[in-house]
């Protein structure tokens, strides 16, 4: 038996907004400088990664991208600063919250999880 812990930021009507699943889609446009390219690796449409991008501003009202329109080279996006510092403190909050899960766990382990054979 195992634990698996889902960390997520919700709204105030508990809809969630953030997830590691939009974590992984930052880290992507960090990567490539794309929106485009870091929903395509996820298997994203463009139109719905640009929804949970903007939702994600909307929540946090702050600006997590600077873009830079296309034209002939093309456009590019980079993370702000903010997203950066947002980023890093998300995850060491998700390590931090499956640590402590784990640490709760081990007691319902030694309960209920199977006994050795």
Do not use: P, W
């Given at each position: 038996m195992r634990l698996h812990v889902k960390v997520?930021?919700?709204?105030?009507?508990?809809?969630?907004?953030?997830?590691?699943?939009?974590?992984?889609?930052?880290?992507?446009?960090?990567?490539?400088?794309?929106?485009?390219?870091?929903?395509?690796?996820?298997?994203?449409?463009?139109?719905?990664?640009?929804?949970?991008?903007?939702?994600?501003?909307?929540?946090?009202?702050?600006?997590?991208l600077v873009r830079h329109k296309g034209g002939a080279s093309h456009g590019s996006t980079e993370l702000t600063p903010f997203a950066r510092r947002f980023m890093g403190d998300f995850a060491k909050m998700r390590e931090e919250a499956r640590r402590a899960a784990d640490r709760a766990f081990k007691g319902f382990e030694k309960r209920y999880g199977r006994k050795p054979k």
């Open positions: 997520a930021l919700a709204s105030e009507a508990d809809e969630e907004f953030c997830g590691s699943g939009l974590l992984q889609l930052l880290e992507g446009i960090g990567r490539h400088g794309s929106i485009h390219q870091a929903a395509q690796d996820m298997d994203l449409s463009y139109v719905k990664a640009l929804k949970i991008l903007n939702r994600l501003e909307r929540e946090l009202e702050e600006t997590l």
